[in-house]
């Protein structure tokens, strides 16, 4: 398979600059593996992230599908000519979560000129799917 990123020095450490003064940042997430066709981010699973019942929130799981969705998309555009934005996404939570590390790999099922859509998958130490989801990124022109 052909590797689907664009531009060169795409590394994690310089993903991991792009949070600084995010809610990626407040919430810890960190891009830890680039393959040819996937990118993998963690998110710690503690009281950032967990909501009333001690469980990991929602929410949290959403925010770390389309962090790493929309670096993905990011990696994949033209960046002198275009920007990525996230149009649509959604979670269906498969596993509740109390406490550790959860790592989300997103790969993608389109890579079109206006909209990419990813598939990404949170899954815990265990390898233990937590939540599944997809998100549809716009490609547009930089204004």
């Excluded at 040819?36 to 992230?49: C, E, G, I, W």
């Excluded at 967990?50 to 929410?59: A, K, M, N, T, V």
């Excluded at 099922?109 to 989801?133: F, N, Y």
Aim: with cysteine; proline share 3%.
């Amino acid at each position: 398979m052909t590797m689907i990123w664009k531009g060169d020095n795409i590394n994690v450490e310089a993903l991991n600059l792009l949070s600084a003064n995010t809610m990626g940042e407040t919430l810890d997430i960190k891009f830890i593996e680039i393959g040819d066709r996937y990118l993998k981010a963690t998110m710690p699973v503690d009281n950032r992230t967990r909501q009333p019942y001690g469980l990991l929130h929602g929410g949290a799981s959403a925010v770390l599908a389309e962090t790493v969705g929309s670096v993905a998309s990011h990696l994949c555009i033209d960046r002198e000519q275009q920007i990525c934005v996230g149009l649509e996404i959604n979670c269906n939570h498969i596993r509740g979560k109390k406490d550790g590390i959860i790592t989300a790999t997103a790969k993608p099922l389109h890579l079109g000129s206006s909209t990419h859509v990813w598939d990404i998958r949170i899954r815990d130490e265990r390898e233990k799917l937590i939540c599944v989801s997809r998100l549809t990124m716009a490609v547009l022109k930089k204004p």
